[in-house]
């Protein structure tokens, strides 16, 4: 066998639960570690670790991504009330997506890998659309009320001088109603738009921003001014230089024109829509166990992971010794993807040649017809093979001449 490809400065490894944990060492163990002399800094993200260390492990994970700039990351579960009785917690922890993406700063994009014989649902889809979510403020850090009838209701700003601008929202005559107050910061929406610039430029992709603009003439216009602002002052030379364009329009126009596209861009989404259009999205374009996310920091820190969470029910039957049958496409992408920035931010063409080879041995695994449950049920293929996890990961590992 040819000697292992040498790396110069590790990923940053974050491990996780469940079924994807146990599919996070098949990958190593099968298709990675023959190959690569892997350099990784481990941190244990699995909810008993998180549990024994009081949840540092997280934040010393997100830190250690901030160093060395690429991290690869496993699905984890986010504690509720039964997890605290199943894994005997101290507490309920916090979400680490949320902690790792509050420590980066950070904007997730969402983009599904496409294979022939999986169709999307929109027939003109032939290229991935990726979804970036700003995942900071408007209604998700809102204030509400329910007000009786008679109320009047205004918006009370006072400056840091103390001077107050105050203004109607409504007077409740006749009716009772109801009231909400959102925010957002001018640095968070600038984050969120340098992370899409840079993202488009790094994929060399269209990218796509939308709002309503026209109803909110303060608040949305604000999201539109911001980004054309850093578009003409940072980014309009490099699209310029890579013949990819900046494309803003209203939200309704946006949504019309992503239904008859043919895909092959970024599509920049304030919280709510991108929380709503993220899911049509995704299943329009098949399984989750092929959607791949990546969280990109306005530094340029990289953190990929699959969408997808740690498939809970299969792991169940994989404890009772039952075979199950769980998809590992978008983990084996969030790996490629980590390997394929290192090699990029180290100069290690064949690091990222190896990459981009067991990508391709994964496609063609399933375009030659073998593959997952969730992919036999939706597959269009004529000759097609429901396969069981570990057979899978070992097809893609006999692909993957080198
Ligand atoms: P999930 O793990 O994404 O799974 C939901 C269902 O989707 C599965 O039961 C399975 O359907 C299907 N599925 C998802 N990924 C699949 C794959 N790779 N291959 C085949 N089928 C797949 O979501 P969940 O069950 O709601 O959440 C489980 C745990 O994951 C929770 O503790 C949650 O906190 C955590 N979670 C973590 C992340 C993250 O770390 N990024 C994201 C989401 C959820 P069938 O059962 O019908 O086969
Ligand atoms: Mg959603």
Redesign the pocket.
């Known amino acids: 066998m040819a000697e292992k490809i040498k790396m110069t400065n590790p990923i940053v490894e974050m491990d996780?639960d469940e079924m994807t944990r146990v599919i996070w060492k098949m990958i190593k163990d099968i298709l990675i570690l023959p190959f690569v002399n892997l350099k990784t800094e481990y941190y244990d993200l699995g909810l008993e670790n998180r549990n024994t260390t009081g949840d540092q492990v997280t934040v010393d994970s997100a830190n250690a991504a901030k160093k060395f700039g690429v991290a690869v990351k496993c699905?984890?579960?986010?504690p509720n009330a039964q997890?605290m009785d199943e894994y005997n917690l101290k507490e309920m922890w916090k979400s680490?997506?949320g902690t790792i993406r509050a420590i980066l700063d950070g904007t997730v994009f969402r983009a599904p890998i496409i294979v022939n014989g999986i169709n999307p649902l929109v027939p003109t889809w032939t290229k991935p659309i990726t979804i970036a979510r700003h995942a900071y403020g408007d209604v998700y850090k809102n204030t509400e009320m329910l007000v009786d009838e008679g109320a009047r209701a205004e918006l009370l700003v006072t400056n840091k001088n103390g001077n107050v601008t105050k203004q109607l929202i409504h007077e409740f005559k006749g009716t009772a109603g109801i009231v909400q107050g959102q925010h957002n910061t001018q640095k968070s929406i600038e984050s969120f738009a340098r992370s899409c610039f840079n993202f488009s430029v790094d994929t060399k992709q269209d990218l796509w921003f939308a709002t309503k603009d026209t109803i909110s003439k303060k608040y949305d216009h604000r999201f539109k001014d911001i980004f054309a602002q850093i578009y003409e002052t940072e980014y309009k030379g490099k699209f310029g230089a890579l013949g990819i364009e900046y494309f803003y329009t209203l939200i309704d126009d946006a949504v019309a024109r992503v239904m008859r596209s043919a895909g092959g861009y970024i599509w920049a989404c304030k919280n709510y829509d991108g929380d709503v259009m993220s899911d049509m999205v995704a299943t329009a374009f098949g399984?989750?166990?092929m959607m791949t996310s990546v969280l990109v920091s306005p530094e340029g820190v990289y953190e990929f992971?699959?969408a997808?969470?740690?498939?809970?029910?299969?792991y169940y039957k994989y404890l009772n010794g039952e075979k199950t049958s769980?998809?590992?496409v978008?983990t084996i992408f969030a790996w490629t993807g980590a390997l394929k920035k290192r090699a990029e931010l180290d100069g290690l063409p064949e690091l990222s040649d190896f990459a981009e080879k067991l990508e391709q041995a994964t496609i063609f695994t399933i375009e030659n017809g073998v593959m997952?449950g969730?992919l036999y049920a939706i597959s269009t293929l004529a000759d097609k093979k429901k396969v069981g996890t570990e057979e899978f990961i070992k097809e893609i590992g006999k692909n993957l001449n080198i």
């Not at 699905?75 to 986010?78: D, E, G, L, S």
């Not at 997808?308 to 299969?314: E, P, S």
């Open positions: 996780g699905a984890t579960i986010t997890r680490p997506n399984s989750l166990g992971e699959a997808h969470g740690t498939v809970t029910r299969h769980t998809n590992s978008a997952t969730d």
